[in-house]
Structure formats: structure tokens, C-alpha cells
């Protein structure tokens, strides 16, 4: 997945980035996993990144991102968990709500690795082995 900058510099950068539901409750069910996906994947796209895998089980989720050299990826990661945790509050408002009473849904923090060559395909296998949510 090498890619090229104006002036000929070249990049082949790939993040595992781990995010955990707050208290680690079993808030992310098959919908909300779904839901999950589509808006990691538009907000990768709006920030010039491309999720390469996502998957995830009842409390975390895993998502590896190819991403460009000029990304700030502190900044990236808190939009994709300010975006994804406001747009799952307010549609499973039901379901969330259940969970939580104040306005969360991931934990403070993350994990993030960087990821390439053979390891890469590990953890993608990885990724994509997630035990499936009900």
C-alpha cells in the first residue's frame, strides 16, 4: 500500500488502533457494530485515510488505518471517537442509554501500534477473527 507525496516522497504507514467502551460494558451489539464501521470508514475517508480492516466484539473494537504522513494521529484519533460515540448516542439513544447515564461510550485513551510487512497480515487476521457480538 506504498503511496506517493508531491516531491516524490514515498509512505507505507499503517496504525492498529484498539478503542474500549467505557467500563468495558458490553454496549456493542451486531447494529451497533455495523453503524460503528460505516462511520470509521467515512471519517478515515474525510481525514484522507483508508480503514483497511474493522472488527470488534462487545466491548472494543480493532481497526487498522493507512494513513498519510502529515496526519496529526492524536488529533485523528479523538475525532473518530468524538464522531463515532456522539452519532452512536444519539442513534441507539435506547440502547446506549441502558449502559450509560451521562454522555460516553468509549474509555479515555486507546491503543495504537504501528503495523506493516508480514505483521500486518497477522493482525488483520487477527482483526477479522473477532468474536461476532449477538
Known amino acids: 500500500m506504498w503511496k506517493t507525496l508531491s516531491g516524490g516522497t514515498v509512505y507505507n504507514l499503517q496504525i492498529h488502533l484498539v478503542l474500549v467502551t467505557k467500563y468495558r460494558y458490553r454496549v456493542i451489539n451486531r447494529p451497533v457494530k455495523e453503524r460503528l464501521h460505516e462511520i470509521f470508514k467515512a471519517t478515515c475517508s474525510k481525514w484522507e485515510c483508508q480503514l483497511v480492516e474493522f472488527s470488534g466484539e462487545a466491548d472494543h473494537v480493532h481497526l487498522v488505518i493507512a494513513y498519510h504522513p502529515k496526519l496529526a494521529l492524536d488529533t485523528f484519533v479523538g475525532n473518530l471517537k468524538t464522531v463515532s460515540s456522539r452519532l452512536i448516542r444519539k442513534e441507539f439513544s435506547e440502547h446506549v442509554n441502558k449502559f ?8 479515555i485513551g486507546y491503543s495504537v501500534n504501528s503495523c506493516g510487512g508480514a505483521s500486518l497480515d497477522k493482525i488483520k487476521d487477527y482483526v477479522r477473527n473477532q468474536k461476532v457480538p449477538d
Do not use: A, G, R
Open 100 to 107: 450509560y447515564k451521562k454522555k460516553v461510550f468509549w474509555k
